[in-house]
């Protein structure tokens, strides 16, 4: 990008120095009627003419290279939306991961505390049948929890993935269109 400012400001230079040479030689001479000098040439009109073409293919370059920087701007504007989009999408993602990962932990402990009850009842050889059914709560919802865990770590994972899958399939459709 710095090559381009670079560039637009010689360009811009050059087109100023030669504007003020046109300009120059545009201005009629205006000199004492009394003592004429011979020696100073006329505006010659074929400079004139290939200053003018030189100025006028200077402007074309420069409105070229304008309108490459926008097409550059443009295309640096929808990139950075869309990581934007693509961060928003993995945070969500990740928020979701971490909330069921929560869950997870909670219907782990419930279950490690429901199996410690159990142990000990049994131990003591207790035969308490709700705790055995609370222990079954307990592991199946250690179960789900686990199951909503792994659907959130595998959205999070397709919410990183997309965006480089997406990026590599028009990466392949150009190179198809180039060929």
């Known amino acids: 990008m710095t090559d381009i400012d670079a560039l637009h400001s010689r360009i811009g ?29 006329a505006a010659d009109t074929g400079e004139i003419a290939r200053l003018t ?6 402007r074309l370059a420069n409105a070229q290279l304008e309108e490459r920087v926008r097409g550059i701007r443009d295309k640096q504007e929808r990139q950075v939306a869309e990581l934007r989009e693509q961060v928003a999408a993995s945070r969500e993602a990740l928020s979701q991961l971490d909330a069921e990962l929560g869950r997870l932990r ?47 770590e595998n959205a999070a994972l397709i919410a990183a993935l997309e965006p480089l899958l997406t990026e590599a ?4 459709q150009t190179e198809e269109e180039g060929a």
């Open 13 to 41: 230079t050059a087109l100023e120095r030669i504007s003020r040479g046109v300009e120059a030689l545009d201005r009629p001479q205006t000199a004492p009627e009394a003592a004429p000098e011979p020696e100073a040439p």
């Open 53 to 58: 073409e030189a100025l006028e293919e200077e």
């Open 106 to 152: 909670r219907a782990n402990d419930q279950l490690r505390a429901t199996n410690e009850e159990l142990t000990g009842a049994l131990a003591e050889q207790i035969g308490e049948p709700h705790l055995v059914n609370k222990a079954m709560l307990a592991e199946l919802e250690s179960i789900r929890a686990a199951r909503a865990a792994d659907l959130a």
């Open 169 to 172: 399939e028009d990466r392949r």
